[in-house]
């Protein structure tokens, strides 16, 4: 059994291997060229891209050096049988991280629970909102984001290797 390093399928036959990569499909294989590039650049190049970012201005407040990361939150709202999920992703600050981590935490506290699952689900949410925020509080780049980038550099590596491939 193995895991789709471009989709994230599992697979149990087949695919393919291209280095410590491995591929479901031939599609993924082709869109996963560029996990291959960053498997190849330097660890401390990626680490030095994540921290430029994470020190860049905040796209929300606009603040400089307040620790720009990807930031999820999670809402639970429910309504005797209906209940509303959801989950948002998100890149800012530490401060407008946490802020509305505090606002989706606090809605889901007071709006949760009024349904029969919600009894059950709302502490799992305000949990996975806890957990969210005790990672906005850190205090470096998170490794999620850090592939990010490395994947987009990776990808424009390619796109340029491409364009002068064509002329
Ligand atoms: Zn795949
Ligand atoms: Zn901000």
């Not at 620790?67 to 530490?94: K, M, N, T």
């Given at each position: ?49 994540a ?92 490794a999620?984001i850090s592939d ?20």
């Amino acid at each position: 059994m193995a895991v789709c390093s471009e989709c994230g399928a599992l697979f149990f036959v087949g695919g393919q291997k291209h280095g410590a990569r491995k591929f479901c499909s031939e599609r993924c294989a082709e869109k996963g060229v560029a996990l291959l590039v960053v498997d190849q650049m330097p660890k401390p190049a990626i680490n030095n891209l994540a921290r430029q970012f994470f020190d860049a201005e905040c796209p929300v407040c606009h603040r400089t050096n307040r620790g720009v990361d990807l930031r999820r939150d999670h809402r639970l709202i429910s309504a005797i049988v209906v209940q509303h999920f959801s989950d948002r992703q998100y890149v800012c600050c530490r401060s407008c991280g946490a802020r509305r981590q505090l606002g989706m935490l606090g809605a889901t506290l007071a709006l949760g629970w009024w349904s029969p699952r919600g009894i059950f689900m709302t502490p799992v949410w305000v949990g996975k909102n806890a957990f969210e925020l005790i990672k906005t509080a850190r205090n470096r780049p998170s490794a999620e984001i850090s592939d990010l980038l490395a994947r987009e550099a990776a990808e424009d590596i390619l796109a340029r290797v491409q364009t002068s491939a064509n002329c």
